[in-house]
């Protein structure tokens, strides 16, 4: 009997533990307050901005064609070559050239040969017009004294005139063989400048960007051979609408962003084309950039230009929770820190524009203590 009392004890003891009132837990609100910091959300003036796109180009490119029609013997560049101004970079056929050449001081040759020979008649014709001036002198010498027939006065005198026509003649024939020699020496002038065609040079220190010719070519007048653009000097031709068109100014400053740089750039616009694309509506204006080795042609670049200035309500930007898609700040009402979901607009640096779910003077908490969380209670720092 007395052990099954001592068996029935424990089972008592735990039925009336299972009796007892269980302790309530101390509230939360009950906690001592976390010590936080606040600002004051306010309305601040952000230049008004807009936007434009574009693409990097070269300040100074050149498409370097042919002169003649010719078949290429010789490319000496690759894209992406340096060249220098005047370096050598396509070599044409030049037989024909060469041919034309010697031809045209064959012509000169033969007009210099000339030259002597009309000299000589020159000076014989002279000597006869001497000679018959001195016996025309004296037969009117003689005629004065009635020495002499009118016959033979008149002989001498037709000998005088034929003397003078030789001399002219003679004079118009070496001046006909000046000009002949003048133009003989331009047409070698001439074969010479053509004969250089054969030869595609630089025009300027650049870089080779494009190559469309290759050795057995055809090349034809104004057919693109390649493309050289000259290092250093790029711009950004952006799109701008033409609603926007009238608040730019050649001169002004401007903010550029290109792909593949993490920096804006300073710029300045250099120009607007004065026509507007028909399919677009907008309008090319054209934004020199700084000399920089990270500039390239075909860099996709944003412009941004200062329109005027706007009142908005921005925080900075760590005084922003980010939980995945949702954005929020903890607005402290009353002593108690209450999380508010806001949207936002722009950000420039380390202040973020509010669109909404905030309004002026609320006051918010940053920094964010770790331990802070909707609700809790808050002591603000004096």
């Given amino acids: 009997m007395k052990s099954k009392f001592l068996l029935l004890m424990p089972v008592a003891l735990w039925l009336a533990g299972c009796g007892e009132t269980p302790k309530t ?10 010590a936080v910091s606040v600002i004051n959300a306010s309305n ?18 050149a498409v370097i064609s042919a002169k003649m029609s010719a078949y290429v013997r010789e490319v000496k560049v690759q894209t992406g070559d340096r060249v220098r101004e005047g370096q050598l970079l ?45 016996t025309f002198n004296r ?16 002989e001498a005198t037709a000998k005088l005139k034929a003397a003078q026509a030789a ?15 003048a133009t003989a020496e331009q047409e070698v002038r001439s074969a010479g400048v053509t004969r250089t065609y054969a030869e595609v040079t630089a025009p300027f220190a650049g870089v080779v960007v494009a190559k469309s010719v290759e050795p057995g070519n055809l090349a034809m007048p104004g057919a693109p051979l390649l493309t050289i653009e000259r290092e250093g000097a790029y711009r950004l031709e952006a799109s701008v609408d033409e609603s926007h068109l009238s608040a730019i100014r050649v001169g002004e400053p401007v903010s550029v962003s290109l792909d593949g740089l993490d920096h804006a750039i300073a710029a300045q616009v250099s120009e607007i084309a004065p026509a507007v694309d028909a399919a677009s509506r907008a309008y090319t204006v054209k934004i020199n950039l700084p000399a920089s080795s990270s500039l390239r042609s075909g860099l996709f670049g944003r412009a941004d230009f200062q329109l005027g200035n706007r009142s908005l309500l ?29 949207t936002t607009g722009e950000r420039v640096k380390d202040r973020v524009e509010v669109l909404s779910g905030l309004t002026p003077g609320e006051k918010l908490v940053l920094p964010i203590p770790p331990v802070l969380a909707d609700g809790s209670a808050v002591e603000v720092a004096r």
Avoid: C
Wanted: charged content about 25%; aromatic content about 4%.
């Fill in 25 to 34: 837990t101390q509230p939360s609100s009950q906690a001592s307050p976390i």
């Fill in 44 to 61: 601040e003036t952000w230049p008004l901005l807009y936007e434009a796109t574009g693409t990097v180009r070269a300040q100074t490119s």
């Fill in 90 to 134: 396509v070599t044409l056929d030049s037989r024909d050239l060469d041919v034309g050449s010697k031809h045209a001081e064959a012509a000169r040759d033969e007009v210099r040969a000339d030259m002597p020979e009309a000299d000589s008649a020159i000076v014989a014709a002279r000597a006869n017009l001497d000679l018959a001036q001195v």
């Fill in 139 to 154: 037969m009117q010498e003689l005629l004065q004294k009635k020495s002499i027939s009118n016959q033979e006065f008149d």
């Fill in 167 to 181: 001399l002219e003649m003679t004079k118009a024939r070496r001046t006909q063989l000046d000009s002949r020699l």
């Fill in 314 to 342: 921005a925080i900075p930007a760590s005084a922003i929770v980010e939980r995945g898609q949702l954005q929020s700040v903890f607005v402290v009402n009353d002593g108690i820190a209450r999380t508010r979901l806001i």
